[in-house]
């Protein structure tokens, strides 16, 4: 079994938290939206299949006795758990699998569970993961196989030697981010978090889009900043809503702090199924680049171009190298500390297009599909959008607590003039 990547270290230290303040494990739902009900011979063969194919969905993580350095051990091989739903309301049941504990990555048992729901005559396909085996992009392999009855074992984790280095070229290497965070708490950074308020459990809201809506979200990109920055877009969109919201807390000076999660592997054939090879990259929106969404993204463009220029990524992979063999509760320090209590001010992704490739399952057509991931607090919340068949999806993902009603609406409201959309279909 091969050890935990440096991303992985990052999610360990959100893990970490989330556990020790009473939020529970970290998390994500993946929701498909299919045209029929799939059979249900079909979907458990081929959930048998994904058990004996995929070694590392029954292991779970320790830590090097030699090392300290967290590793996956196997556990025994077995079938996906699968299970059938009737009747219940969707929402209803992803909010009770993302706040339970069926699945624990430090324990032995299963890292997947496969969810079947009929409900007022639609029928949907619900994935439960944790964020340490997983990303969005492992996921989309994962759905292009998800009906395959092959239970050849395979080994798809991607990189497997752990060269971290000699302790002090590490610390060069990291010194520029530990620079760049000595700057941060000049900039009065702020997340909804409130240290006041016990954590409570994850929320969510998904905002559909329908096709003339997504179109009309598209085209005023397009006519205000160009298809091509279409990340910084959606980022300095989500980055003004939280904006909005600390502006309603009398916080109108604060700047917003974005944690991106950046591939480290460019050619999207060479990502492996399991890992997260992601690196997080900080990036600062100071109040003044805030007063526009077009302003805003042209300077989020900016900040990730220096980002990469200063090699920042780099020194942020190196820090965590070094932090990897201490408790997984050491490893959000060093930010929490410049940070003053705070990690960002919210978690942000557009994964672009769903499940590239993979248009229908179990002999369905996939109508629609989108992520829910759950939050650590702080910062409190997620904004994290995707594409399926052309419809833009939004997901609004927080903790309770964090946002009270009259703010989600400001939350929701804001992102949503900026967008230019019409009234959406909420779920």
Not at 124 to 136: A, T, V
Request: aromatic share 8%; proline share 7%.
């Amino acid at each position: 079994m091969p050890h935990a990547t440096t991303s992985d270290a990052f999610l360990l230290g959100l893990e970490s938290l989330m556990r020790r303040s009473g939020q529970g494990a970290h998390l994500s739902a993946t929701v498909l939206e299919l045209d029929g009900p799939p059979d249900r011979e079909a979907v458990t063969r081929a959930t048998e299949a994904m058990g004996w194919r995929h070694p590392l969905l029954h292991a779970h993580l320790r830590r090097s006795p030699l090392t300290f350095i967290a590793a996956w051990t196997a556990g025994p091989a077995a079938p996906v758990p699968l299970h059938f739903h009737v009747g219940e309301a969707l929402a209803a049941l992803v909010s009770r699998l993302i706040n339970g504990n069926s699945i624990d990555i430090f324990r032995p048992g299963p890292n997947l569970e496969v969810h079947i729901l009929e409900v007022d005559h639609r029928h949907f396909l619900i994935l439960l993961w944790p964020h340490s085996l997983f990303d969005g992009i492992g996921i989309d392999k994962l759905i292009s196989e998800l009906d395959s009855t092959d239970d050849t074992p395979r080994e798809d984790w991607g990189e497997t030697n752990r060269a971290s280095g000699n302790p002090s070229e590490l610390w060069k290497t990291a010194h520029p981010m530990i620079e760049e965070m000595r700057t941060f708490p000049a900039s009065n950074i702020r997340s909804l978090h409130r240290p006041s308020r016990h954590p409570g459990t994850a929320c969510f809201e998904v905002i559909d889009f329908d096709l003339d809506t997504s179109a009309a979200i598209h085209a005023k990109m397009a006519g205000s900043v160009g298809e091509l920055l279409s990340t910084p877009y959606f980022g300095a969109a989500s980055a003004r809503a939280v904006a909005a919201v600390l502006a309603g807390r009398d916080e109108p000076s604060a700047s917003i702090l974005l944690s991106l999660p950046i591939q480290r592997v460019n050619d999207p054939a060479k990502r492996p199924l399991f890992y997260n090879h992601m690196t997080a990259w900080s990036l600062l929106l100071e109040k003044s680049s805030l007063t526009d969404l077009t302003q805003a993204t042209k300077s989020l463009f900016r900040s990730y171009g220096s980002f990469r220029k200063r090699k920042l990524h780099t020194a942020m992979d190196a820090l965590t190298k070094l932090n990897e063999r201490c408790p997984s509760r050491f490893y959000l320090l060093p930010i929490k500390h410049y940070l003053k209590g705070e990690i960002c001010s919210l978690f942000h992704s557009h994964i672009g297009e769903f499940a590239s490739g993979t248009d229908a399952l179990f002999g369905h057509r996939i109508l629609n599909a989108y992520h829910i991931p759950t939050v650590s607090t702080p910062p409190g919340v997620g904004i994290f959008f995707s594409e399926k068949n052309k419809r833009l999806s939004c997901t609004l993902s927080w903790r309770e607590g964090a946002l009270d009603p009259a703010e989600l609406t400001t939350l929701r409201q804001q992102l949503l003039t900026d967008l230019g959309a019409g009234l959406p279909v909420v779920s």
